[in-house]
């Protein structure tokens, strides 16, 4: 599968095109509808987000990068279709972070529900877990973050 990675300049459709994407993470990050449109559209226009998208031929976008490149080097938001994990585009994704963000151990933070799928990529970069912050983002579900704390 051929995939293109994109550093898309904003506009109005593509954000609401991201969200819809992304929108299932209301279920993991309570809040996610909310930081999503008072952060990442002005944010995006004003140089301190940036957005890396991962498309196939179709255009489809397979996966997505959302970046906080300001006096944080964070990694907000890395997230693969389901239906196109394990073939590269996480890592692709990660490597192109890194140099957009201009350091090797970015801040990223991953939910205890989903760290099983992280934890081999963040090994593959040496990240560093630097706390585990309970029931952070949502009752019984704990977050982890490495390279820095939140």
Known sequence: MNVIYEYPKYSSSLAKEIYY?????SNEYPNFSLWYHQKIPNGWINGTRKIILARNSNKQILGIAIL???DQKK???LR???RYTRRGIGTELLKKSIELLGT???LITVSSNHWTEFEPLFK???F???RIYLSFYKVDTDEISYNGYI
């Open 21 to 25: 994407t992304l929108r299932s993470l």
């Open 68 to 70: 906080k490149n300001s």
């Open 128 to 130: 560093e877990q630097k």
């Open 104 to 106: 090797d151990k970015p």
């Open 80 to 82: 693969v279709d389901y």
């Open 75 to 77: 990694i907000c938001t």
């Open 124 to 126: 593959k970069f040496n």
